[in-house]
Structures are given as C-alpha cells and as structure tokens.
C-alpha cells in the first residue's frame, strides 16, 4: 500500500490545486463579458472559487475510509470547486453547455441537482472536468469540480449550510423540514423569475407584462 503523505506532500500536492482554481476561476470570469453581450444581460453573476484545507481534505478522506496517500488526489475530485452564479434557471443550460465544449476541460461526470435535487432540497448542477497544467514540475492533470446556480440556489445553498454548521449532524426535522419548504418556494421564485424575463425582454407592454405577474402570482 502507498505511504501515507508528509504534511509537506499534501501542501505541496494543494498548491497545485490552488494554481487550477486560479487557472480556472480567470477562464470561467472571462466569459462574462461576451455572455452579457451575446444576451443583453448579465448571464454569468459572479464566480466564487476555493481550495480545500488540509485539515478538510483528511477529515473527507477518513469520513470514506481511504488513506491519506497519493490515491488521494484520485478519489477525492472536489479538492479545487468553483461556483458560477448565475442570474436565471435556463442560464445554467448555457453555461454547462459551453464548459461541455471546451477543449481545455474534460467533463469526467456530472450531475443534476436542478432537475433531481437532494433530500435537503439543494439544487446546482455540478460538473466534475480533468484541466491539464503547466506545474513548476511539469504538466499534470488535476480534477476540479463546478458547481453552477442560479443565485436563487445560491442564497438557499449559502444560509442552509451555514444553519447546518451550526447543528452539525443532529438537525431537528422541523428545521430540515421547513428549508426543504423553503428550496421549493426558492425554486418557484427563480420560475417566475425567468417567466418575467422572458416577457420583459420580448418588449411586451406593460400591460401585458402586469398580467403576466397576475397569472403568476
Ligand atoms: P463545500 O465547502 O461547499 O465545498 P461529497 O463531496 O462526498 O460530500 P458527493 O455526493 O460526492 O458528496 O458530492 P456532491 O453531492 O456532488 O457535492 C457535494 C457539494 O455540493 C458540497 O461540497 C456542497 O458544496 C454542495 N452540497 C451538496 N449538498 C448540499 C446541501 O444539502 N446543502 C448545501 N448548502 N450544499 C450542498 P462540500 O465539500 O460538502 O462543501
């Protein structure tokens, strides 16, 4: 069995990591500008990006069983995340699709918590990509996963997990049960939302727009 890694190792094998989300988080920024031209709109709203700890890394490891050595990088695909927010649920489409084509970024796996969200009731749609670098050493192939959501999701996602941090894993059920509540009417609003938007950037009038928010309502 491989040795399990120094402290130094795993800093090492991080800072590696770090160089992908800082790779990665200039890439997916720099799609905004020609997004907001193509649309009309701001698509993409923001980026958020980060590298896991050491300490985060181990406890992932030990929670699955796997020892803490070279296979680590292997088993544990999320060491680098980013987050691209977006403004609307059909903008999610539009962003998945464009990473999916790209050819500095292999898509490894995906999954669709938009369409099939969790128990919780968290939605994103995250995508997990191979990136090949420039390392001091040499290139290397790293995994990173991306998350992308609307900022309806985000806002659930951001308060949810902080309210979880804060019970650990003794949620009471009344408090799961009402933010689960709580993701549904998030997901309505983005819904509605989007209707909105579609009508609006049709030109309609504003008569017909204030029927379209009666309907809707
Ligand atoms: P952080 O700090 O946000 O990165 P696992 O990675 O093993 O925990 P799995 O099934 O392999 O789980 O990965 P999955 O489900 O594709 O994605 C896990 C990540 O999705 C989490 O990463 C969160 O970012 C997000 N996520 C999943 N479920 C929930 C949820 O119920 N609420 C919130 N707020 N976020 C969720 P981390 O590493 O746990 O956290």
């Not at 309210?163 to 983005?190: C, F, Q, W």
Request: aromatic fraction near 8%.
């Amino acid at each position: 069995m491989p040795m399990e890694l120094t402290c130094q190792q795993l800093e090492s094998i991080l800072a590696s990591y770090r160089q992908m989300e800082l790779e990665l988080r200039v890439k997916l920024d720099a799609l905004r500008g020609p997004l907001e031209i193509k649309y009309g709109r701001p698509v993409i709203l923001f980026i958020e990006s980060r590298t896991k700890k050491a300490k985060s890394l181990i406890e992932k490891a030990r929670r699955y069983g796997w020892p803490v050595n070279e296979g680590i990088t292997k088993n544990i695909k999320d060491i680098a995340g980013l987050r691209v927010i977006v403004q609307h649920l059909d903008d999610i489409a539009r962003v998945v699709d464009i990473l999916k084509k790209r050819s500095d970024m292999r898509l490894v796996n995906e999954k669709d918590f938009v369409r099939n969200p969790k128990a919780s009731g968290y939605r994103s749609y995250h995508l997990i990509i191979e990136y090949d670098m420039y390392a001091p050493e040499g290139p290397i192939t790293r995994f990173a996963e991306i998350q992308v959501r609307t900022v309806g999701q985000h806002f659930w996602a951001v308060l949810q997990h902080s309210m979880m941090y804060k019970y650990g894993l003794e949620v009471p059920t009344h408090i799961s049960e009402n933010l689960r509540l709580i993701a549904e009417e998030t997901n309505k609003a983005d819904e509605k939302m989007m209707v909105m938007r579609q009508a609006v950037s049709r030109d309609l009038e504003v008569d017909e727009i204030r029927l379209y928010a009666k309907q809707l309502a």
